[in-house]
């Protein structure tokens, strides 16, 4: 299948997982058989035969019950953002979802992200802290603190789902879908089915404008918090201009995320006027994806780590910064979950 055949699949599929329709109850077959799988996991950690493994430090995982993004990177990042503020010397573990190899792998600054995951690298150079990926997410946090004693605590990138990493606390975080039709992969979008109440130690996020599962929890806001160059977001400037310094330009909107049309509404409600061109999630960057004769191009940070500046020649782009934020009961809750500092 092709790239753009592939993309095509994935967003029917995920129109799909909205209500219980004709392709949802054909895939409901497959979906008894990933309960089965995904079930049979959990009640072997459950009974104590397959026990997790502990790190030297605290271990927090966010992650979704979900498919299909409900905004788990940049609640990473916020997260990232409050735990320095007391006190905290976050490192991050990965999986790293599209990078070549499954080996533990630190992320630098200027790791290709054909190497490391786009989502690691956006929080490596966004979030400042050290970042492993691996496909065993244990030797990723043992590898991190080995080259950075300093950690004192990992937060692990989608993680929700990997039992094999013990964990202090975990963040779950939900969108404006909840939990679609509420069915398992592939007739329905979740990845483990929703229980009467959350997983103790747990903090529940909506990014939405209010809950959409009966679980408690904290609304987060999210706002675009300016716009950089391509170029001075490579250097690390973290300046920014306000997004209403592009209204009445002619745009070009690029998103290869998993939800582009809500950063597109974003940018609409911002006043900008953009054509939008919607990528698959992930989306490599092999070659330019806009028409020739584009004049300006304003894209996501998670599109702008696998575009460095030189490829781009004269074209202005511009990285619009996605910025989430707790409030301060939320904030508060995460930090009751989490163990006094040593």
């Known amino acids: 299948m092709s790239a753009a055949g592939a993309d ?8 799909a997982w909205l209500r219980r329709g004709p392709l ?21 950690v459950r009974c104590g035969l397959k026990r997790p493994i ?30 320095r503020r007391h006190g905290w010397h976050p490192g991050v573990v990965s999986r790293g979802y599209g990078r070549a190899g ?3 792998l630190e992320v630098e600054a200027s790791t290709p992200a054909s190497e490391c995951g786009d989502e690691p690298l956006l929080l490596r150079r966004r ?23 300093e950690v004192d605590l990992i937060v692990s990138d989608d993680g929700l789902q990997h039992w094999r990493l013990a964990r202090t606390a ?21 990845r483990e089915s929703l229980s009467l109440r959350p997983p103790p130690r747990s903090l529940v996020l909506y990014n939405s404008a209010a809950p959409t599962t009966p679980w408690p929890g904290h609304l987060v806001r999210r706002t675009l918090a300016g716009v950089s160059p391509l170029s001075a977001w490579w250097a690390g400037d973290a300046a920014r201009e306000p997004l209403t310094a592009l209204c009445g330009r002619p745009l070009v909107a690029v998103a290869g995320v998993a939800r582009p049309e809500r950063f ?8 900008l006027t953009c054509s939008e061109l919607a990528l698959p999630d992930h989306h490599d960057y092999a070659e330019l994806p806009w028409p020739p004769g584009t004049a300006e191009v304003v894209l996501t940070e998670k599109d702008a780590v696998k575009l460095p500046p030189e490829r781009v020649g004269s074209l202005r782009v511009w990285v619009a910064a996605l910025d ?5 009961a939320g904030e508060a809750a995460l930090l009751a979950l989490l163990p006094a500092r040593r």
């Not at 109850?25 to 072997?44: D, F, H, K, N, T």
């Open 54 to 83: 502990e790190l030297d430090v605290p271990v927090l995982v966010v992650g979704n019950l979900v498919a299909g993004g409900a905004g788990k990177t940049p609640t990473v990042l916020a997260l990232l953002d409050l735990l």
């Open 102 to 104: 499954d080996a533990v």
């Open 24 to 44: 949802a109850w054909s895939l409901l077959p497959l979906a008894l058989l990933y309960a089965l799988l995904a079930g049979g996991q959990r009640l072997l």
């Open 170 to 190: 975990q963040v779950i975080v939900f969108d404006e879908r909840g939990v679609g039709n509420g069915w398992l992969l592939p007739a329905g979008p979740l």
């Open 324 to 328: 989430f934020s707790l409030d301060d």
């Open 8 to 15: 095509a699949w994935a967003r029917r599929l995920q129109a």
């Open 264 to 271: 597109f509404a974003m940018l609409r409600d911002a006043g």
């Open 127 to 149: 979030g400042g802290v050290p970042v492993c990926v691996g496909r065993d997410r244990v030797q990723a946090g043992r590898e991190l603190r080995r080259r950075h004693a």
